[in-house]
Nanobody
Framework: QVQLAESGGGLAQAGGSLRLSCTAS????????MGWFRQTPGKEREFVAT????????YYADSVKGRFTITRDDAMNTVYLQMNSLKPEDTAVYFC?????????????????WGQGTQVTVSS
């Protein structure tokens, strides 16, 4: 059974940092893109960042570009999201996702496996 488990969410002050982790079990995704999405109540899940296999390329939503960094450690079957200069509007449930496509995309429908989500709350 494939599972993605996020951790590292919590409460941070505006301007602060948090690091999210997502560890896969049940199979490896070394040859697949991984991504992070986020969702707030009443809104659709939105793209945050994606990283290609082996980390060759990364893409970010404009709202987080320059503040967030996605990386992966394939030996640990883990993908990370380093979030710096946090803003209150970053408050959301953050989801890790794995795609079976050859390249990462912005579309949640292109991702097959999802974690359960981790809450990030940024206070002003």
């Amino acid at each position: 059974q494939v599972q993605l488990a996020e951790s590292g969410g919590g409460l941070a002050q505006a301007g602060g940092s948090l690091r999210l982790s997502c560890t896969a079990s049940g199979r490896t995704f070394n040859n697949n893109p991984m991504g992070w999405f986020r969702q707030t109540p009443g809104k659709e899940r939105e793209f945050v960042a994606t990283i290609s296999w082996r980390g060759f390329t990364t893409y970010y939503a404009d709202s987080v570009k320059g503040r967030f960094t996605i990386t992966r450690d394939d030996a640990m079957n883990t993908v990370y999201l380093q979030m710096n200069s946090l803003k209150p509007e970053d408050t959301a449930v953050y989801f890790c996702a794995a795609s079976l496509h050859t390249s990462g995309t912005y579309y949640s429908s292109d991702y097959t496996y999802w974690g359960q989500g981790t809450q990030v709350t940024v206070s002003s």
